[in-house]
């Protein structure tokens, strides 16, 4: 069955692909536009990387929240991952491997991007969630200390992925306050990215909401300067 997302378009900035040496495929979030996430292009201090970046139709990936069950969110979410490799397909066949290839975004965009990584999972070039994590049913605040103290184990009871990061770097920031994102889908998601091989830094924020902050940037560029 087609997808709400199949037909939309695949917006460029930066570098060609022709030209570059990476590729960072930028999702955006609910209410924002793939121009708009590009906008993030000019704060990355690569201008040999091009930036590919996904339109969602009506300007929302999935209708629900993130933390709804899958099923509440579809077709919307498998079509928006069909986008996403989409262009992470585009890079390739400009002759950019995947593990040149960082895959990222903001609110929805993050979860989204979260998603079609952990069911992808392989040596991307990086992957990075600000303010945003796996989707789906599972832990809640109670369920904190557990989660802290079982690590990747009750990680992987809750979210079952398999496949291997072999040593991906994944950035995940979000603040302690965030209406939308609860602090412990982070933490879930970080123990779910490790316990599939990546190299995860996963980062609070007292107080910041839901936003984006220079300490963020700063930790994507760490990412990309090994591209």
Known sequence: MPGPHDDQPLLHAGASLADASAAVVLVHGRGDSAQGI???AREFD???VAY???QAAGGAWYPN???APL???EPGLSSGIAAVLRAVAEAEAAGIPRERVVLGGFS???CLAAETAARNAGRWGGVFALSGGLLGTGPGPADVPRLRGMGGSYAEKAFDYSG???GTPVFLGCSDV???IPLVRVETTAAVYARLGAEVDARVYPGIGHTIVHDEILAINNITEYL
Request: aromatic share 8%; net charge negative.
């Open 65 to 67: 929240s993130f933390l």
């Open 164 to 166: 291997d990061f072999e």
């Open 108 to 110: 929805q965009g993050a």
């Open 71 to 73: 099923e509440a969110n």
């Open 46 to 48: 690569r201008p040999d």
């Open 38 to 40: 590009l906008g993030l």
């Open 178 to 180: 965030d209406p939308h």
């Open 52 to 54: 590919l970046a996904p």
